[in-house]
């Protein structure tokens, strides 16, 4: 059968058994808090992070209120790169402490933008945000119709976005390939930055390769600093406290919650497959973002949301979304049910598959909120 990398196909997916070294669906795995140390320790060693320091001091920009809600624009410095900008939503006038969500914004090839892509903090926002909301989000800021729900949500740049992005004027002129930033805000400009941003990929993998982390292992803990500092808050219920998003936001969904205990319910969304589906069918339609190397032979890619069992996950897929196989989707749902089926608390696994293309829109939303309402209201 055809596969992206033709007659070494088979054998290259038979090198990771299935289930995988240290797979709770395996024999042996003893108890879910003993396979989940065993299985988030390899896990945490595979990513290669680096420091990415304490928990952040934020400092708030701009106090916006718009429409119901009151928003904090906020900027903090980690150790190293350009200073990230974050937007911070809740209910206006609320008091006391509030369940608490990281929206994980996408990659959707456009790494000009990252938080503006989940919010809205005025009515004319950029054009070009308005169209993708409409693309991939049923026209909605998710990120303002979950806080308008009574949650504090936080939504930060991540690295290679937004605030985060490589700047043109920073890399070597060959790598720069001739691009400038003039007049930033132009769509044709952003255009340009998208695409010379999506050729760039693999040269800031292999770099980071280079330097002895990777690219999963930089944003997962700039993802848990942004979670310190949300935590931090004296408005939010640590008790209380989730993320989710849409593909590359999923993406960092998956690989937050299965680093991270203090995420007490997650929803993924268009972003859930097997490593077997990636390296056979898909791997040319992801971003460099996605892989670690190493870890597939002791965990499969939904193995690493698992590892947040017991808390609350659920999985939202499209099936004619055509960054994944259908039957690999169903055979990733199959593995994460066995797991929480397997822990004992299969009640909070959700797995749901919806009409259409690559997408969070307002039915998916809707099951996603009510579901962050069950675990973190509740």
């Not at 003039?182 to 998208?194: G, T, W």
Request: aromatic residues 10%; contains cysteine.
């Amino acid at each position: 059968m055809a596969n992206n990398i033709g007659a070494y196909g088979e054998w290259a997916a038979g090198l990771a058994a299935d289930p995988p070294r240290l797979s709770f669906r395996g024999s042996g795995a003893g108890t879910l808090d003993n396979w989940k140390a065993r299985g988030r320790a390899r896990y945490r060693d595979a990513l290669l992070s680096p420091d990415s320091g304490a928990a952040p001091q934020a400092t708030v920009q701009h106090h916006i209120d718009f429409d119901g809600l009151a928003i904090e624009h906020l900027t903090w410095q980690l150790p190293y790169g350009p200073t990230t900008e974050a937007l911070l939503l809740k209910p206006a006038g609320t008091t006391g402490k509030l369940p608490a969500v990281l929206a994980l914004h996408d990659h959707g090839g456009n790494k000009y933008f990252g938080t503006r892509k989940i919010t809205r903090m005025g009515k004319d926002p950029h054009p070009l945000m308005l169209a993708h909301q409409e693309r991939y989000y049923g026209g909605f800021a998710w990120a303002n119709e979950l806080a308008r729900r009574g949650y504090v949500v936080l939504v930060h740049d991540a690295f290679g976005f937004g605030s985060r992005r490589v700047r043109a004027d920073d890399v070597s002129e060959p790598v720069r390939a001739g691009l400038a930033e003039l007049d930033p805000e132009s769509p044709d400009e952003i255009k340009a930055y998208n695409t010379w941003a999506s050729n760039h990929e693999h040269v800031l993998s292999k770099s980071l390769f280079c330097a002895g982390v990777t690219w999963p292992g930089v944003f997962v803990g700039e993802d848990q600093r942004a979670l310190d500092y949300l935590c931090s808050r004296p408005d939010v219920d640590t008790n209380r406290v989730g993320c989710g998003g849409l593909s590359g936001g999923g993406l960092r969904t998956v690989y937050l919650a299965g680093a991270d205990a203090r995420i007490r319910c997650s929803c993924t969304a268009g972003m859930m497959t097997t490593w077997r589906d990636y390296l056979l069918n898909k791997s040319q339609t992801h971003t460099w973002m996605v892989y670690i190397p190493g870890l597939p032979r002791d965990l499969d890619y939904p193995e690493i949301l698992a590892l947040n069992a017991p808390n609350a996950a659920m999985v939202l897929n499209n099936l004619e979304d055509s960054l994944f196989s259908v039957s690999e989707m169903q055979r990733a749902d199959g593995m994460v049910a066995d797991i929480y089926r397997k822990a004992g608390v299969p009640e909070k696994y959700s797995c749901k598959f919806y009409p259409g293309p690559h997408k969070f829109d307002a039915d998916m939303q809707r099951d996603a909120f009510s579901w962050f309402d069950k675990w973190l209201k509740g």
